[in-house]
Structures are given as C-alpha cells and as structure tokens.
C-alpha cells in the first residue's frame, strides 16, 4: 500500500456506545488488512484480519471490520463499547511489493468514558 | 506455541552510551523479524527486519544497528545514544507470506537522559 490513513487520531466515546475506527488505503493490488490493538505500555495485538472471502470479519471480544474494495477501506466497529477497550488501535495493509510490506496507519487513540 | 521475548522492559541511558536490547523467538523457525520505534504519540516507524541469518535491511539511516547473529535472536544496538533514540522500541515477527500478521514483544521503554 502506498498509504494508510486512519482519520481519527482519537475517539472519545462513551460506555455502552458504538464505535467506528477509519481506515482507508490506497493501493494498486491486492491487499491484506488487519486490525492491531495496543494497551499502555505493551506491545501490539493482533486484532482481526481479512485475507480474502467474507468482506465483514470478526474478532472474538465483539470487534468487527468490513473490507470495501471500492471505497479502499477497512473500518472496525463495535456496538457496544466497554471502558476496557480504551486503548490505542492500528490499521495495516501488507501488499506483494518483490516481497510482502505491511505499512501501519498512525493509529487511532479509543477513550471510552463511564 | 510461538512466544516472543523482548527485554528489558524499560531502560533509562545517558547520552552517549551504548545500547543493546535483545529480541528472541521461540516455537518457529526462520521468521521474518522487525524492529519498530514508536515515539511518544505517533505510529510506527520501522527501523530493521531481517529475512534470514546475517540478512539486516535498513529502513531509516540513523545511529542505530541491528543485528541477526541466530535464526530466532534480533539485536538492536548503538555505539553513542542520542536523546532522540528515546521512545518503545517493538520488535515482532512474522513467517513469510503476507497473511499471517505480526506478532509482537512487549516493547522496550527506552529514556535516554
């Protein structure tokens, strides 16, 4: 991917809310896509990914994003929000460039609020 | 299972003084490995990755260094830390192909002083 732009730095939100986090690329190929998730003070997680098939894809803590080919984009959501999700999320795209590059977005700061 | 080791957890050098933090990796074989820096507030810059034994790519021409001297060991080093080398330094692997994601270390908190 040429670039990866998150369009939010920070989302404050309240608990119970719903919640969406932007992610749009550009890119000339095919791409995989992938959520990352860091806590204070830790290293990233992997969150969820698309590879191919179902556009929509799940996490197992209630996360969810939706690959838009037309509109190079890849959104995570959730529902409901809970204060335990207050962390900082990464979107990154890995492109065949003579060899897989993965570029992370600058990341988007979630605060969720009781 | 594959896990990943990363120390020390945090580090605070004066200015000047040489850096050494270590990266290993255990339950695979020949990853792909990275060194990230995440200054305070902003994303990921990639310093390093290595594909293989002795294979370093620079990403950032800077006074750092790193190294693969084992398949499953990546050490990031400094002759002379600048007060700009501060901020978590990540180090993550993954197997080649693109579609497996990374899998990262705890980070390094590095203060140089």
């Known amino acids: 991917a040429q670039s990866v732009t998150q369009l939010d730095s920070q989302v404050p939100v309240f608990e119970e809310a719903p919640v969406e986090l932007r992610c749009n690329y550009s890119s000339s190929v095919s791409v995989y896509l992938f959520w990352y998730v860091q806590y204070p003070n830790q290293g990233l997680q992997l969150l969820l990914k698309?590879?191919?098939?179902?556009?929509l894809v799940e996490s197992i803590n209630g996360f969810e994003a939706e690959f838009n080919k037309s509109q190079t984009s890849f959104h995570l959501r959730k529902p409901s929000v809970h204060i335990s999700d207050t962390a900082e999320y990464f979107c990154a795209v890995s492109e065949w460039a003579g060899g897989f590059k993965t570029i992370f977005g600058a990341g988007t700061r979630l605060f969720v609020k009781a | 299972s594959q896990t990943i080791h990363q120390w020390p957890a945090t580090l605070v050098q004066p200015v000047g003084s040489p850096l050494s933090l270590e990266c290993t990796v255990e339950?695979?074989?020949?990853?792909?490995l990275y060194w990230y820096r995440q200054a305070a507030g902003r994303g990921l810059q990639l310093l390093f990755y290595?594909?293989?034994?002795?294979?370093i790519s620079s990403e950032v021409p800077q006074n750092l260094s790193a190294s693969r001297p084992q398949d499953r060991q990546f050490i990031l080093s400094s002759k002379k830390l600048l007060l700009s080398d501060s901020g978590f330094y990540l180090c993550?692997?993954?197997?080649?192909?693109?579609?497996?994601?990374?899998?990262f270390g705890s980070g390094t908190r590095l203060t140089v002083v």
């Open positions: 290595s594909v293989g034994i002795g294979q």
């Open positions: 698309y590879l191919s098939g179902s556009t």
């Open positions: 993550a692997w993954t197997k080649g192909g693109g579609n497996h994601g990374y899998t």
């Open positions: 339950g695979t074989s020949n990853p792909n």
